[in-house]
């Protein structure tokens, strides 16, 4: 079992910056992804970032270049920096830890949720 806790949500203005913070219940080092992902109403929930035990990382095309996923296994939170922001931007961002289990495949935890909204 893997428990998740984002943070860092809020109200930012269009070009500002955010960084977001997901704390892990247990060592991230041993958890094979950690990522961001987001969602609005209506729409599915879609893949913002993403960081392996290697960490390599995979971004959205339309944040590349804008968002940086990071993480501190000392504190076991991963980390999303997110600057120019826009309100395409706006949704409830979730952090997403992926296990992979030995003999079962893969199970998803998820966070509560943090709401990030970009306006003016």
């Known amino acids: 079992q893997v428990q998740l806790v984002e943070s860092g949500g809020g109200l930012v203005q269009p070009g500002g910056s955010l960084r977001l913070s997901c704390a892990a219940s247990?060592?991230?080092?041993?958890?094979?992804?950690m990522g961001w992902y987001r969602q609005t109403p209506g729409k599915e929930r879609e893949l913002v970032a993403s960081?392996?035990?290697?960490?390599?990382?995979n971004y959205a095309d339309s944040v590349k270049g804008r968002f940086t996923i990071s993480k501190d296994n000392a504190k076991n939170t991963v980390y999303l920096e997110m600057s120019s922001l826009k309100p395409e931007d706006t949704a409830v961002y979730y952090c997403?830890?992926?296990?992979?289990?030995?003999?079962?495949?893969?199970?998803?935890?998820w966070g509560q949720g943090t709401q990030v909204t970009v306006s003016s």
């Open positions: 997403n830890a992926k296990v992979y289990l030995y003999l079962s495949g893969s199970y998803d935890y």
């Open positions: 247990r060592p991230i080092s041993r958890i094979n992804g």
């Open positions: 960081i392996t035990t290697g960490s390599n990382t």
